[in-house]
């Protein structure tokens, strides 16, 4: 065996423990002993809609393209802001149905115009402060309409990214996913009257979620990734590495990818023995598959110790409890959202994009 085969596998083992198994994350974290989760619900209550159309609802039906329809995310709990997984109380579809029909219910009406709700993402996060806590919501949606039940088309979008704060924010979420649904929803009863008029394409409800279905319908996601460096994000998606000859280099705390000359490779990312790694320019990030998506693999660790070090640092061990703590910790910003301040913390890739979001 080369020392060159060594010096590789030695430094694949130091930052890939246990990730060679994709889908794992979220049934076993590769450091913690048990991942514990907190279960999000909506509000029954019933909703006002804020614009006006002379066409009536006749029914909202959502139907939801998550990436990762079981998570929507992380959530702090207990006196540490313990980091677990946030879950809806039901499934995915359940969850955003029954929310929409208890609050918007009431304005249904036989004969009706037909909507159909398209949920892309729904987010949360939250992040810990000295004194307070960060809640982040993202939520993407696109509403279509049909006076026939037959021949949609689109009537809005909405592309959600914020934040608010308080003391503990975990309650927040709610009323933060009712919100960003409620502007979706005012925003599709004030396209309603042009329905008619619109010169905008019909498409069948099937056509429709043919769209949503193509999104998903990528090498990256169906097939086996192949052994490489991906240049671009592009090539990744399309499952196309520009470089099959490379290897992870350590150099001083940093880790890079380099060719066969020991020069730095400009990339998106790599895979290595079947385990994909993010390039962030100063070190390689592992990735694990879940669902229709890729989440940072050790991030659950990561945001505890995180945790731990603000805490300690505000209420217990002093600044250099603190410190010695986030020495160990490797945390990455959602960099696909630069508006939100403090930028919360990147847990997975936008299989659009190749951003980190949360």
């Known amino acids: 065996m080369s020392f060159k085969f060594i010096t590789t596998t030695l430094l694949l083992s130091s930052i ?96 009706g115009a037909q909507i159909l709700l398209v949920v892309e993402a ?77 010169n ?5 409800r099937q056509g429709i979620l043919a769209i949503y279905d193509a999104k998903r319908n990528i090498p990256a996601l169906k097939d086996s990734l192949k052994e490489g460096v991906y240049l671009t994000f592009a090539d990744f998606r399309e499952n196309k590495p520009a470089v099959t000859d490379f290897e992870f280099k350590k150099e001083k705390r940093k880790i890079f990818v380099v060719d066969k000359s020991g020069n730095h490779i400009e990339c998106w990312g790599a895979v ?26 050790k991030y659950l660790d990561n945001a505890k110790k995180r945790n731990a070090g603000i805490i300690w640092s505000t209420i217990g061990g002093g600044a250099i409890a603190g410190a010695v703590v986030m020495g160990t910790v490797q945390l990455v910003t959602a960099d696909a959202f630069p508006q939100l301040t403090p930028m919360p913390a990147g847990t997975a890739i936008d299989m659009e994009t190749g951003a980190l979001i949360f």
């Open 16 to 111: 890939a423990v246990c990730t060679l198994a994709q889908d794992a994350m979220y049934e076993k974290d590769t450091t913690a002993k048990e991942i514990k989760t907190t279960k999000i619900s909506l509000s029954e209550s019933k909703r006002d809609i804020s614009s006006f159309s002379t066409h009536p609802i006749g029914k909202i039906q959502v139907v939801q393209y998550l990436w990762d329809s079981s998570h929507i995310g992380y959530a702090q709990k207990g006196m540490m802001n313990s980091m677990v997984v946030a879950i809806p109380d039901t499934d995915a579809t359940a969850f955003l149905q029954n929310h929409i029909d208890k609050a918007y219910g009431h304005f249904y009406q036989p004969g």
């Open 272 to 297: 290595k023995e079947g385990q994909l790694f993010k390039n962030m320019g100063y070190t390689v990030m592992p990735l694990s598959k879940n669902q229709d998506g890729y989440i940072l693999t």
């Open 122 to 198: 729904l987010r949360i996060a939250e992040r810990t402060g000295g004194m307070s806590e960060k809640a982040y919501i993202h939520f993407k949606g696109t509403s279509y309409g049909s006076l026939d039940g037959v021949n949609y088309r689109e009537l809005a979008a909405a592309n959600i990214a914020r934040s608010n704060g308080g003391m503990d924010v975990t309650h927040k979420h709610k009323t933060n996913i009712a919100n960003a649904l409620q502007e979706l929803i005012d925003s599709t009863v004030a396209h309603m009257d042009g329905m008619a008029s619109s």
């Open 200 to 204: 905008a394409l019909s498409l069948s």
